[in-house]
């Protein structure tokens, strides 16, 4: 196909060239017969894909006709041609607008400049987008038109959710329209999802076989005609009152029937004006076994022990902060994440609130509890509830750390928590409904980034405020066994199989109707079928060992392959301010100031 993004004297285009490992980006001559024309070329289209392709030597692929492999061209235009690695990439630099034609420069790591590559009628975009799906490209914070390469890893991943902006939305903006405010975010994060749930490609790990193209996921076993009965009944019932709450108390204020009573807050949550006391005991913060002297001296230690963290940021004079830029950095993201929480709640609304300052206040003292982790995107949204529940800055710190204690792990750089839930997800999926499984799998949507948020921040932002309540509650209980939650989302995807299967969605539909589903969900009919979903699991005789890991019902396994190696930047980029200027031979990592490729229009005729 004719290319409108042309070189002087030659076309570009990807080619494969031989049995090499990895992806390569090949430039050669295409200036032969009418196929690159500058006079008659029809005008480049946008919507659909040039005639450019990735070349991936991993798995190659028949083609129908070789070309000759003899003697090589002896046009003196093929002095032009080069091939390089994407690998190999460290930079490439775009041209200014309004410079004549516009150019790219492909930078390699050793700081080598390949030949420019000019395009006469518009394309550098379209190349840019295309290189996107395999690389990670970041505007410099010094030259908006010089892009960084990084590859598709877990350190990209981390370092995209601020810019994929999965929280830079104010609530009320996902209400009113979530496909503008959130959809884009999913779909960018797909191809990250799509690669990093894939068994490890050929040559990646040279003592292990290759794997066929049907082998499962790695570490899971092969999931075959499982038969599971018929799903039974499951009835929810009324919330635990005070009253019934003060029947367990027993002398000397200690409760007594722990498990009796957690089994009735599963079953149906809490009355309102028992959570401020209750969910004291459920994260953790108030051992359900001690008296009330030995929590009144708990909450006193707690209570100093708190404000001995608070003090070490609060002492910090304007002069030390400048000089401090994790503390500095930590300070602004929670600012700027506190202004946007939960605004259209009453307990948070205006802009003076002394709620957005009790928000501000435990999330900086939080970082300097675990300072390691620090604070990331999406903790102000786990943090917000509990402080309209409690209502107390030192009851709601050490309840939200008691919380963190369970999903510390969604925000860590490594992500391997999230990958490990999203793989059990799709585990327990393919056995509870494989037609599904194979028509997201036929959709390319088998890798349920869709269910990402879902996960992160525990459905904070899928269902009602009070019902984010009630959901939380029952999850905290652990009952009826570990990961509840992603049998939750397993019962969100049962109720939509239909209108997901029978409308014959693509994975654009997909998406934009998974997000759609926010505040539309009743969360008794998501909890009463995620209990149903686990009681028909756990009655199959048959259910295979890992599925009956992830329930609970049996002891994990030795992990069967190494760990990956861990992130060389020690704190998430989403956290964090930019890290320290590396040596000159080390190569970059990504950064906060970095940038997804920005979606800007370009000119056709300079395209700038």
């Known amino acids: 196909m004719p290319l409108k993004s042309s070189f002087p004297r030659r076309c570009g285009s990807f080619a494969r060239r031989g049995p090499r490992k990895g992806n390569y980006l090949d430039i050669q001559d295409a200036s032969g017969g009418d196929s690159c024309t500058s006079e008659e070329e029809p005008t480049f289209d946008p919507g659909y894909e040039p005639d450019w392709a990735v070349i991936s030597t991993v798995r190659p692929r028949p083609r129908h006709s070789e070309p000759t492999r003899g003697a090589e061209p002896s046009s003196p235009r093929d002095s032009w041609a080069f091939s390089v690695s994407l690998g190999e990439l460290k930079s490439i630099r775009r041209s200014k607008p309004g410079l004549s034609w516009a150019y790219l420069v492909l930078v390699t790591q050793a700081g080598g400049s390949l030949p420019a590559l000019h395009f006469h009628r518009?394309?550098?975009?379209?190349?840019?987008?295309?290189?996107?799906?395999?690389?990670?490209?970041?505007?410099?914070?010094?030259?908006?038109?010089?892009?960084?390469?990084?590859?598709?890893?877990?350190?990209?991943?981390?370092?995209?959710?601020?810019?994929?902006?999965?929280?830079?939305?104010?609530?009320?903006?996902?209400?009113?329209?979530?496909?503008?405010?959130?959809?884009?975010?999913?779909?960018?994060?797909?191809?990250?999802?799509?690669?990093?749930?894939?068994?490890?490609?050929?040559?990646?790990?040279?003592?292990?076989?290759?794997?066929?193209?049907?082998?499962?996921?790695?570490?899971?076993?092969?999931?075959?005609?499982?038969?599971?009965?018929?799903?039974?009944?499951?009835?929810?019932?009324?919330?635990?009152?005070?009253?019934?709450?003060?029947r367990h108390v027993g002398p000397e204020g200690r409760l007594q029937q722990v498990p009796e009573l957690k089994a009735r807050i599963f079953s149906g949550g809490l009355s309102p004006s028992l959570r401020r006391e209750a969910w004291k005991f459920l994260l953790g913060y108030l051992?359900?076994?001690?008296?009330?002297?030995?929590?009144?001296?708990?909450?006193?230690?707690?209570?100093?022990?708190?404000?001995?963290?608070?003090?070490?940021?609060?002492?910090?004079?304007p002069e030390q902060e400048r000089r401090n830029s994790l503390l500095h950095g930590y300070r602004s993201l929670i600012e700027r994440d506190v202004s946007r929480t939960d605004r259209n709640n009453k307990f948070y609304e205006g802009p003076?609130?002394?709620?957005?300052?009790?928000?501000?206040?435990?999330?900086l003292t939080y970082c300097m509890y675990h300072f390691d982790l620090g604070y990331v995107q999406g903790m102000s949204d786990l943090l917000s509830p509990i402080l309209?529940?409690?209502?107390?800055?030192?009851?709601?710190?050490?309840?939200?750390?008691?919380?963190?204690?369970?999903?510390?792990?969604?925000?860590?750089?490594?992500?391997?928590?999230?990958?490990?839930?999203?793989?059990?997800?799709?585990?327990?999926?393919?056995?509870?409904?494989?037609?599904?499984?194979?028509?997201?799998?036929?959709?390319?949507?088998?890798?349920?980034?869709?269910?990402?948020?879902?996960?992160?921040?525990?459905?904070?932002?899928e269902f009602p405020f009070p019902d984010v309540l009630r959901l939380w509650e029952v999850l905290w209980t652990g009952l009826p066994g570990p990961n509840l939650h992603l049998l939750v989302a397993c019962a969100i995807l049962d109720m939509e199989r239909d209108t997901l299967m029978l409308s014959g969605f693509g994975s654009n539909e997909i998406l934009k109707h998974i997000n759609e589903l926010t505040m539309k969900l009743s969360v008794e009919d998501v909890l009463r079928r995620a209990e149903a979903l686990y009681r028909q699991l756990t009655a199959c005789a048959e259910l295979p060992h890992n599925v009956q890991e992830v329930l609970g019902l049996a002891p994990p396994t030795e992990p069967r392959s190494p760990s990956p190696p861990a992130s060389p930047l020690p704190l998430s980029p989403t956290r964090a301010p930019p890290a320290p200027p590396l040596p000159a031979d080390t190569a970059p990592q990504p950064d906060s100031s970095l940038e997804i490729l920005p979606e800007e229009e370009e000119e056709e005729g300079a395209d700038s």
């Open 287 to 317: 051992s359900w076994e001690g008296s009330a002297e030995e929590h009144k001296a708990h909450v006193r230690k707690k209570t100093d022990e708190y404000f001995r963290m608070k003090l070490q940021w609060k002492s910090v004079s």
């Open 122 to 246: 518009g394309g550098t975009r379209a190349l840019l987008r295309v290189l996107s799906r395999y690389l990670l490209l970041a505007s410099s914070p010094q030259d908006s038109r010089l892009y960084l390469v990084f590859p598709h890893d877990s350190s990209a991943l981390s370092n995209s959710f601020h810019h994929l902006q999965l929280f830079d939305q104010d609530s009320s903006n996902v209400v009113s329209d979530p496909y503008s405010t959130t959809f884009s975010s999913f779909s960018r994060v797909t191809n990250f999802f799509r690669g990093a749930l894939q068994p490890h490609p050929e040559g990646s790990a040279p003592d292990l076989h290759p794997a066929p193209d049907d082998e499962p996921e790695p570490g899971f076993e092969v999931i075959s005609c499982v038969e599971l009965g018929a799903r039974p009944d499951v009835e929810r019932e009324p919330p635990v009152t005070e009253e019934e709450w003060a």
């Open 388 to 461: 309209y529940v409690v209502q107390n800055e030192v009851d709601a710190f050490w309840c939200f750390c008691g919380f963190m204690e369970l999903v510390h792990g969604n925000f860590e750089e490594s992500q391997e928590t999230m990958k490990r839930q999203l793989g059990q997800l799709l585990l327990l999926l393919r056995v509870l409904d494989p037609p599904l499984c194979d028509f997201l799998d036929s959709q390319d949507s088998g890798s349920l980034c869709f269910c990402f948020r879902w996960l992160l921040i525990w459905f904070k932002r």
């Open 352 to 363: 003076s609130n002394p709620g957005l300052s009790l928000l501000n206040d435990i999330l």
